[in-house]
């Protein structure tokens, strides 16, 4: 038992012992039907709010307007919530208002039936108000009541069906997969930071592939980049997985303003996208040696052989002969040898280095003094 499940149930004891309704909810009750380890524990009650925080000394009140506590026990955080309705979502991401009730009318309001189950750690029994169980063993993603509904009410559960279906490798109920497409523009009124975010676990995880093939026949997958005829999305069926971010969305668009604006990426998935692409291209046009070398040690080396992969394309030989070489060793000669030798500084300088550089990595020259040697007939 973890330590975090272990504090839940202590949790949940509390809870009961004060007269309480209170169960594990959630993602944690779906994971452990599964097999999986969940990540964290939450717990859900008819408990109200203040009720909460006075059974527990150590609390904070992230949502407490939406009944939503975090309990701190023994060094481990747990999210409490109330059991609620949710009122009006006029934003496409929360509920105007809530309002607290029982146990089988939260499981209604929530996403998805694999998502509505709670369980008592107590008493181990399963409590299910949507056919989560019955779905989980079908493997099939099917949204609580109305498809449509759901997804107008927070418009980012579009890219969590995905998300899920692909994680858990479910089929998307024939409902709720209509629902998507119809609903998939609503992508745009979502913040670019919640986009970002689902994207990268998507893109990311283990069933990357099966996310993209689902983001693209749902039409999410166009949403995302904004995409018509002619423009930068690229074909999606050579994805692979296993590569960053970044060079995940190398494989999906070259349109690098395009991930900035519609999903905030960082700078750094940003310049690893412009890396794999002149990588690619550099390779292309010089097969040589050098530049293979000068690739393996390049961060971006791995996601350019997935890229390359994507496209079907192979890498240049030299880069397997490099890979069994000392990565990225140290220049025989550098610019101080070279204003040693008599040179003046200037625009040369570099071109020569380089030049004498791109020898050492091609094993032409293998000492100091070849290598300077080099230099002077280049000069």
């Known amino acids: ?24 909810a959630g993602g944690c009750v779906r994971d452990e039907l599964l097999g999986l380890d969940p990540k964290d524990y939450d717990v859900a009650t008819d408990a109200p709010p203040s009720r909460v925080r006075e059974l527990f000394p150590r609390t904070q009140a992230v949502g407490e307007h939406f009944g939503v ?17 949710d009122g009006n979502y006029t934003d496409g991401r929360r509920p105007d208002a809530v309002e607290f009730t029982t146990a089988e009318e939260d499981a209604k309001r ?28 079908a493997k099939v993603l099917r949204a609580i009541g109305d498809p449509a509904e759901r997804f107008a009410e927070d418009h980012l559960r579009l890219l969590r069906a995905v998300r899920f279906a692909a994680r858990f490798g479910l089929e998307i109920e024939p409902a ?23 994207m990268r676990r998507m893109l990311t995880g283990d069933d990357a592939e099966r996310a993209v093939a689902l983001l693209t026949t749902s039409d999410l997958l166009s949403v995302v980049f904004r995409s018509g005829p002619g423009d930068s999305l690229r074909s999606s069926l050579g994805f692979v997985r296993g590569a960053s971010f970044g060079g995940s969305l190398a494989m999906l668009t070259s349109d690098v303003s395009v991930c900035r604006s519609n999903m905030k990426i960082s700078n750094v998935e940003a310049d690893r996208m412009v890396a794999v692409m002149h990588w690619f291209d550099r390779l292309r046009d010089d097969g040589s040696l050098a530049t293979a070398r000068r690739f393996v040690a390049d961060p971006a080396c791995s996601d350019t052989e997935a890229f390359a992969q994507s496209r079907s394309a192979a890498l240049p030989e030299a880069v397997e002969a490099a890979k069994s070489m000392p990565i990225g060793p140290e220049p025989l000669l550098t610019g101080g040898d070279l204003i040693a030798a008599g040179w003046e500084p200037g625009p040369a300088f570099s071109c020569v280095l380089e030049a004498v550089y791109d020898a050492q990595l091609e094993e032409r020259v293998s000492t100091r003094e070849e290598a300077l040697a080099l230099a002077m007939s280049l000069r």
């Not at 506590?69 to 309705?85: H, K, M, P, S, Y």
């Open 176 to 198: 709720t997969r209509t629902a998507i497409v119809a609903n998939a523009d609503k992508l745009k009124l979502i913040a670019p930071e919640r986009v970002g975010d689902e």
């Open 69 to 85: 506590i975090l309990v701190r026990l023994d060094g481990v955080q747990t999210e409490v919530a109330t059991f609620r309705n």
């Open 1 to 24: 038992m973890s330590a975090e499940r272990d504090i839940a149930k202590q949790i949940v004891r509390t809870l009961r012992n004060a007269g309480h309704v209170a169960y594990f």
């Open 110 to 137: 929530r996403d998805f039936t694999i998502n509505g189950l709670f369980f008592d750690p107590i008493d181990e029994v399963i409590h299910d108000h949507v056919g989560g169980q019955a779905d989980l063993k």
